[in-house]
């Protein structure tokens, strides 16, 4: 009997690349966007199309290889990549179309949001998606996709109307709310568990061209005063305001006060999430805070979306968490304030601590009708440890874990997996009901575990893969 290989079996039937170690282009395709994550996977598969995933899918589950699947590459735990096995990169899948009159859109499972967002704001169009625009669309919404305007329009998961998947036994369905609809409910926050998705469909809402928004600075004396009274602002202040504060190294930009360059600060972000000229009413209590940087007013969308690219740069060392606060009282902001000074100092210039205030479009969705769960906290907590020498590595990632262990007594006890590294918080992220019901849809389209690079829900069988 003659074996053949996993590549050769895969070159045999594929439109796109095969890649091998060794050969010209393999490193290129194995970087991912957090460097602390370095693995070698034995075959890269650049799909082209539908038909080349469900290829690489029979081909990794009959030659018994790992399987990773990568969108944007941006998983900070490292779960698009893998060692020794079979990487489906989704890359050339980048196919967008806009239907103006039916306000969706279909996007590959390749696209990026910087790239969604472009196409869909030619007809001022668009759904709450990622804040940096190279992270992709596929994790960021199976995992949840908290983006500026889910205040309102909630998650990206929430805007997701129906899916094209491949399956662990190669078939391809349409998950929508006429057909598998138990799978469109786990896809809406349950991760890469159930499979492929080639192909995301969005509702898509009215906002832009421009839009009322931006970053203001202020001293870092300043911040105790300030968070106090963002957080009373934010409280009271209608959904339609996004928000959110960060202490962080001040940029060496001609925009930031020489005495302020390369200092501690507080930064704040604000966006009104509707017609700009409608906003600044909404805004201006932020603005009458008196930031030492003021860069708030009417700007692109696309823009906005992209503001914080620069502190997200691809290829450096990361570790981050996302913890749930239900309020922020003041021993929350001391306590935050406190540690976020010292970390922050750890990680010099890119490291920084944010807390995004939330907005009650989340919650509107009910618990239960999508299998991302905890839609009653009122913040999002969000520590970014970022770094270049590996020789702080282990510092980093404590300083991380320590943070977030600080700041969980005003936590919900719940937390965002698609900020989160950890496999122990997968069922703190659901709870019980949701994982009862993922774990049976998990043992009805994987039950031998093949798609476990993610944060898994193991099969009711135990199977690890």
């Known amino acids: 009997m003659t074996v ?22 393999y490193d290129e395709a194995r970087e991912v966007f957090n460097a602390l994550i370095d693995r070698r996977p034995a075959v890269i598969a650049r799909c082209a199309s539908t038909a080349d995933v469900v290829a690489a899918v029979e ?42 009159a039916a306000r969706t859109a279909r996007a590959g499972g390749g696209v990026l949001w910087g790239e969604f967002d472009a196409a869909t704001q030619e007809h001022g169009l668009h759904t709450p998606g990622g804040r940096v625009t190279t992270t992709g669309i596929g994790g960021f919404t199976t995992g949840g996709g908290y983006g500026w305007t889910s205040s309102v329009y909630g998650l990206a998961c929430d805007n997701l109307l129906s899916a094209e998947v491949v399956l662990a036994d190669g078939k391809v369905v349409r998950a929508s709310k006429d057909e598998h609809a138990d ?7 349950g991760g890469g568990n159930f499979g492929v998705v080639t192909e995301f469909e969005f509702r898509l809402h009215p906002l832009g061209p421009t839009v009322l928004a931006g970053l203001a600075m202020f001293p870092i004396e300043r911040a105790p005063e300030v968070l106090r009274t963002w957080r009373d602002l934010a409280d009271a202040a209608p959904d339609e305001l996004a928000t959110a ?18 200092k501690q600060v507080l930064g704040m972000a604000a966006m009104y999430v509707g017609d700009a000229d409608r906003g600044a009413d909404v805004i201006q209590p932020l603005k009458d805070l008196g930031p030492a940087v003021d860069l708030i007013g009417p700007m692109p ?11 997200a740069p691809w290829g450096v060392r990361s570790y981050w968490r996302g913890e749930y606060l239900r309020e922020l009282g003041d021993d929350a902001i001391d306590t935050f304030l406190a540690r976020a000074t010292e970390v922050t100092a750890l990680g010099a210039p ?6 995004f205030r939330i907005g009650q479009g989340i919650a509107a969705v009910p618990d239960g009708a999508t299998a991302f769960s905890h839609r009653d906290a009122r913040y999002l907590f969000h520590p970014i440890c970022v770094w270049t020498d590996p020789a702080d590595d282990s510092r980093m990632i404590a300083a991380g874990r320590a943070f977030a262990a600080l700041m969980r007594p005003f936590g919900t006890g719940a937390s965002y997996l698609n900020f989160t590294p950890e496999p122990d918080r997968v069922h703190d992220a659901y709870g019980d009901a949701a994982y009862t019901r993922l774990t049976a849809l998990k043992d009805a389209y994987d039950p031998a575990n093949l798609f476990h690079l993610n944060h898994n829900i193991r099969p009711s069988n135990g199977a690890d893969s």
Not at 301 to 311: G, I, K, L, S
């Open 59 to 100: 081909v990794a589950r009959d030659h018994r290889l790992v399987v990773a699947v990568r969108g944007g590459g941006h998983s900070v735990a490292g779960l698009s990549t893998c060692d020794d096995g079979m990487l489906i990169d989704l890359s050339g899948l980048r196919t967008i179309t806009v239907d103006p």
């Open 301 to 311: 969308y696309t823009a906005f979306q992209a503001v914080t690219d620069p502190m």
């Open 245 to 262: 504060v960060v202490v962080l190294t001040a940029p060496p930009e001609p925009f930031v006060p020489e005495e302020l360059r390369g």
């Open 350 to 355: 890119l490291t920084q601590a944010i807390i």
């Open 4 to 25: 053949t290989d996993p590549a050769t079996t895969l070159r045999g039937r594929f439109a796109g690349q095969v890649l091998l170690p060794g050969e010209a282009g």
């Open 183 to 189: 799978l469109l409910w786990g896809l809406r926050g």
